[in-house]
C-alpha cells in the first residue's frame, strides 16, 4: 500500500468546501489513489490503489438514513450549491441522504465522480475538474 488514511485525512482537512475538492482530487492522486468509495450513511470511506488494495476511514459520524426515494433533480441543485461552496461536507451528506443518494465512487484515472443510489444504480456521472 503507497498510501495511509493518515496522509487522506491530512489532506482532507485542508478541504473547506466543495471549491478546494479539485486540489484534494490531485493530491491524493499523487499519494498513490486509484479510487474510492464514500458512503453517505456514516461518511466511511474506502480508498484503493492501482494494485486494488484498500484501506478505509470507518464511520466519521451518526448513521444517516438514506431515502429510498430519489430525487435527482433536488440532489442535482443542492450538489451545485456544494460545489460552488455553498455547503459544507456534513450538509452535503445529508442533502444526499435526504435525496436518496448512498454515496459515490471517484476514479482518479478517468477523473470522474459517479453517484449512486441505494440498489447501487448510477445516478449521474461527473467530469471532476482539473
Request: with cysteine; aromatic share 10%.
Amino acid at each position: 500500500m503507497k498510501f495511509t488514511i493518515e496522509q487522506i485525512k491530512a489532506e482532507h482537512q485542508k478541504v473547506k468546501s466543495g471549491a478546494d475538492f479539485p486540489k484534494y482530487v490531485q493530491a491524493i492522486k499523487n499519494l498513490g489513489v486509484s479510487n474510492y468509495t464514500v458512503y453517505v450513511t456514516d461518511g466511511n470511506a474506502r480508498y484503493f490503489d492501482t494494485e486494488n488494495q484498500s484501506a478505509q476511514t470507518g464511520g466519521k459520524y451518526d448513521h444517516l438514513q438514506v431515502s429510498d426515494k430519489l430525487n435527482t433533480e433536488q440532489f442535482k441543485t443542492r450538489l451545485k450549491l456544494h460545489q460552488q461552496g455553498g455547503t459544507d461536507y456534513l450538509t452535503f451528506c445529508n442533502d444526499c441522504a435526504e435525496n436518496g443518494v448512498e454515496g459515490w465512487t471517484m476514479d482518479l484515472h478517468t477523473m470522474t465522480c459517479t453517484y449512486f443510489d441505494t440498489e447501487g444504480n448510477k445516478i449521474l456521472t461527473e467530469q471532476i475538474p482539473g
